[in-house]
């Protein structure tokens, strides 16, 4: 029992490591580039864990959570643009999308969580597919195919001066600029990790633990007296709600919303990458998976360059570590991970290795 | 009045039937044993009791109230707890996740948990621990301690004896007898030793339908009845 306790205590110290980091990102890492992947990897990790409250958690698999990002994503692009860049219409967006993704999350929820596993999969499939599409036709309200830029709120322009010193220019506070991209930054970070509090609270609770009982064996959850269908269809909203908020706090991040950065398929994709790489069934894991899927996708283009560079004096090497080839090294590394780690980084750091 | 009562009760599994205007009622307080042999329709008189059967013909009343049309979630917040054959624990979870699951609101009344801890002092030892890893009578410990977490007014166990050792049995015996007190326990038994010693009343049940109901004592003087309605049961079990 020990062990297991060390284990889990050695998952949680890396991954409020990186929290930490991402705390004090702006200081640390002080290229723009680099506030970025921090921000992207606050939100992804809010996103993968409210997905790893479905297929980890519950078992539910779900094809459609991009969706909801997109719905909050969406909202609060649609408020910004047509109303204008202040809280009013931005809080008008959030909720307007946090309302659609808990309507359509309740009518899928309720209308095929009875039905098995895999017919569910292919709603939320095809409800997603529809919302792609809906996106890219309906262009006067999203944008369609090119998106829609508009501008956050004032507080959160990059040109707005936070702080200002003695002669009214913007206070540098460790060579940082307190203007208003750091408040943009510090918005988008507080919100996740309280998204991401909130969720270790759920899965900490009598709930989450009903919700592991579900995921084990539904009748004999049924058998003691829990309506399986109910709770699947609570925690398909829960997540629904996070994803939309994400969607809502990313889209304000960005100041863009497009069908690519929140509806595609490549999100899902990756997002379902991130929950095996950190580990289903593990709120953690959620930190894991996300932070190194996001830096490898930011990252591993440079650094295959820099190999690549390093061995031009041998045949063949440079051709196969060409910057490229970067998604052929990404599955590569992905299948090795999986092998390594078949519970995922953090689930088999938990569990111990099993062979 | 009777606390539970099954009327005229038709279930089919696949094109067999299995029940056929089973008729039982079961008297408030102590163990009710259902005999039988094997196939003959114990389990699946609890099943349906539970609702684990789609719409089976014929009614279920407990407390006076018709429960036959209620899910089976709903049955189980009547205050009827099951502890199936199979024991129906969660094995991925710890045996503290498995006993706050049998809670009402997620948390332990102390007096309720001291006296499982009292009746089954391994489940306190292996609190933390993740119930697959549990011996057989360790988990048959927990499924039974789930169900006494919160006051029930009838718990269906089936078959809690089998693939123990006999002191486990002995130990699971003594713990029933406490629960009765206090609770009404419908008991299907194959291994009859264990239903006599704990039995106040039962019932034997063939070819799914109940064959003879009455005093446990008077059954278990009588052997020519034991051996005419359960001469099979009785080599493998007694």
């Not at chain 1, 996103?47 to 980890?56: F, Q």
């Not at chain 1, 609270?201 to 058998?223: D, F, M, Y």
């Not at chain 1, 063949?316 to 599955?331: A, I, K, V, Y």
Request: charged residues 15%; proline residues 3%; neutral net charge.
């Amino acid at each position: 029992m020990n062990r297991t306790m060390n284990r889990t205590l050695s998952v949680k110290i890396i991954a409020l490591t990186v929290w930490g980091l991402l705390l004090f990102s702006p200081f640390l890492f002080q290229d723009v580039r680099q506030v970025e992947v921090a921000a992207r990897i606050a939100v992804f990790i809010v996103l993968v864990a409210s997905y790893d409250l479905l297929i980890g958690y519950t078992g539910i698999v779900s094809f459609a959570h991009t969706m909801f990002f997109g719905f909050g994503a969406y909202g609060v692009a649609i408020a910004l643009k047509q109303i204008g860049p202040g809280w009013g219409a931005w809080t008008l967006g959030t909720l307007s999308g946090v309302a659609v993704s808990i309507v359509v999350a309740i009518l899928i929820g309720l209308l095929s969580l009875r039905v098995k596993a895999i017919f569910f999969a292919m709603i939320t499939l095809a409800a997603a597919s529809v919302a792609l599409v809906l996106a890219s036709q309906l262009s006067q309200f999203t944008g369609g195919e090119d998106g829609m830029i508009y501008s956050a709120p004032d507080l959160l322009k990059p040109s707005t001066k936070l702080l200002t010193d003695a002669e009214g220019d913007v206070l540098r506070i460790f060579d940082v600029r307190m203007n208003g991209k750091i408040a943009a930054y510090y918005f988008v970070f507080i919100t996740c990790a309280l998204m991401f509090w909130a969720m270790l609270r759920i899965v900490g609770s009598p709930l989450g633990t009903v919700l592991k009982a579900i995921r084990e064996n539904e009748g004999r959850a049924e058998g003691i007296g829990y309506r399986v269908v109910a709770y699947r269809t609570a925690v398909f909203v829960i997540a629904a709600t996070t994803a939309a908020l994400a969607g809502a706090v990313y889209a304000t991040w960005l100041r863009y919303t497009g069908p690519d950065t929140t509806l595609s398929f490549a999100i899902m994709i990756d997002i379902l990458l991130m929950v095996v790489i950190g580990g289903m069934g593990t709120m953690w894991g959620a930190v894991i998976g996300a932070t190194l899927m996001v830096l490898a996708q930011y990252y591993l283009r440079d650094l295959m360059e820099v190999a690549s560079r390093a061995t031009e004096a041998i045949p063949l090497l440079p051709e196969l570590l060409s910057p490229d080839r970067w998604l052929l090294w990404l599955g590569i590394i992905f299948i090795l991970l999986v092998y390594f780690f078949p519970a995922g980084i953090a689930g088999t750091i938990i569990r111990g290795r099993t062979k | 009045m009777s606390l539970l009562s099954i009327r005229n009760m038709d279930v089919s599994i696949g094109q067999y039937a299995v029940l056929h205007g089973l008729t039982l009622d079961v008297p408030e307080g102590g163990v009710f044993v259902l005999l039988g042999r094997n196939g003959a329709g114990k389990t699946t008189t609890l099943r349906s009791i539970m609702g684990l059967w789609d719409r089976p013909a014929g009614s279920v009343t407990f407390r006076g109230e018709d429960i036959s049309s209620l899910h089976t979630s709903d049955i189980a917040r009547k205050g009827i707890a099951f502890v199936p054959e199979n024991m129906g624990i969660f094995g991925g979870l710890t045996v503290a996740e498995n006993m706050v699951l049998a809670t009402a609101n997620g948390k332990f009344d102390p007096a309720r948990l001291k006296r499982v801890y009292a009746l089954f002092p391994a489940l306190e030892q292996f609190w933390n621990k993740q119930a697959w890893s549990l011996s057989g009578g360790q988990k048959q410990m927990l499924a039974v301690a789930r169900a006494i977490i919160e006051p029930r007014d009838l718990i269906l166990i089936d078959e809690p004896t089998k693939g123990l050792a006999p002191t486990i049995i002995h130990g699971m015996g003594e713990a029933f007898k406490d629960i009765s007190q206090s609770t009404t326990i419908l008991l299907v038994e194959q291994n009859f030793a264990f239903a006599k010693s704990l039995g106040r009343d039962m019932a034997v049940i063939d070819d799914g339908q109940v064959v003879h109901t009455g005093s446990m004592a008077d059954f278990a003087a009588d052997t020519a009845l034991q051996d005419r309605l359960l001469s099979l049961s009785m080599e493998e079990g007694a």
